[in-house]
């Protein structure tokens, strides 16, 4: 059975390690506390349908999914959580909290030595084939990275060019007015989130929670329908 390393909770590697998970050994290396958490992924798809493929109905009315105009929101970290245990459930091997320390390319495939968040949470992970997403993982300033090295058999997901992007959730209420390049999502909760390329607007009642992250510079580049789309094709790269 041959062996795959994704690097990134994130919604494309999830679908590659559950299209993939029967027919071979994958272990998926976040380097963030949770699958989730923090989430840059903006909370929009346009056709439900492309993750509800994958998740039961009891999850899906979990996920409260609402409609709005040519789409639906979600919160996107209650979506990657649900296709974490799905692939966790068919036996993807999944470190949080986990640093790549060395990546050492080889004729048998990849050894990759990490570190984890314990004193003894370190070893290496050989594979086969290699999937690199850190774009869509959220890093902190400051913080140590995942070594990885530059290589031409190393798979990235493609979603173009990658700008800076403040995003934000607020009341619903407070964001009835907001200018015409912001864009913004209302979710069931009452809540919207509203994703900036400079944080020129403020919600009256201020955010209810903030992130500084990087996304594709093309907005249905951003869509979690193109990022599904995108692990399925690099699924069948990997068959």
């Known amino acids: 059975m041959k ?19 029967e027919t071979h050994q994958i272990t998926l290396i976040e380097l963030n506390a949770e699958i989730g958490l923090p989430s840059s992924s903006p ?7 492309t993750l509800t493929n994958y998740l039961s109905q009891q999850q899906i009315d979990f996920l409260q999914i609402h409609s709005i105009d040519n789409g639906f929101t979600l919160r996107s970290e209650w979506a990657l959580k649900h296709l974490a245990v799905i692939a ?22 990849y050894s990759i030595h990490f570190v984890g968040a314990g004193s003894t949470s370190s070893g290496t992970i050989h ?3 290699l999937v ?12 140590k990275q995942h070594q990885i090295p530059q290589s031409n058999t190393i798979l990235i997901p493609e979603f173009g060019k990658f700008i800076s992007i403040h995003g934000g959730t607020a009341l619903t209420s407070d964001c009835l007015e907001v200018p015409a390049e912001t864009t913004y999502y209302p979710r069931s909760e009452g809540l919207t989130e509203i994703w900036q390329t ?3 607007w ?4 201020g955010w209810i929670e903030t992130i500084h992250c990087t996304l594709p510079e093309h907005l249905e580049k951003r869509h979690i329908d193109t990022q599904i789309s995108e692990g399925r094709r690099i699924s069948e790269l990997l068959k």
């Open 127 to 129: 594979c086969d084939s």
């Open 202 to 205: 403020t919600p009256n009642k």
């Open 198 to 200: 400079s944080e020129n």
């Open 43 to 49: 909370g929009y798809i346009q056709n439900q349908n």
């Open 3 to 21: 062996s795959i390393g994704l690097v990134g909770g994130t919604f494309s590697n999830l679908i590659i390690a559950i299209e993939l998970a």
């Open 88 to 109: 966790a459930e068919k036996g993807v091997e999944i470190y949080t909290r986990t640093r790549i320390t060395k990546c050492i390319e080889n004729s048998n495939g």
């Open 132 to 143: 690199n997403d850190i774009q869509w993982t959220h890093q902190s300033p400051g913080e």
